[in-house]
């Protein structure tokens, strides 16, 4: 059986986290903002206020690692 292309919004926020999680892991925060901010334009073009707001805290969170690292 072949895999639907078409992923369910579920699924999408879900790939989003985790991909997220794993910058994050590596410390690589500009690229988990990156992905962080995909998830914050998903859920707002779905209207979708709950993920909207999880997105923006992490967003903001990666922010605040971001501004207390000396580059």
């Not at 072949?2 to 500009?30: H, I, M, N, T, Y």
């Not at 988990?32 to 206020?49: I, N, S, W």
């Amino acid at each position: 059986m072949a895999e639907s292309p078409v992923k369910s919004p579920a699924e999408r926020f879900r790939r989003l986290f985790r991909k997220a999680g794993v910058f994050l892991g590596k410390e690589q925060l500009r690229e988990a903002l990156g992905v962080l901010r995909k998830g914050e334009a998903l859920a707002l073009a779905l209207g979708d206020t709950q993920r909207l707001t999880l997105f923006r805290e992490e967003s903001a969170r990666c922010l605040a690692q971001l501004s207390e690292r000396p580059d």
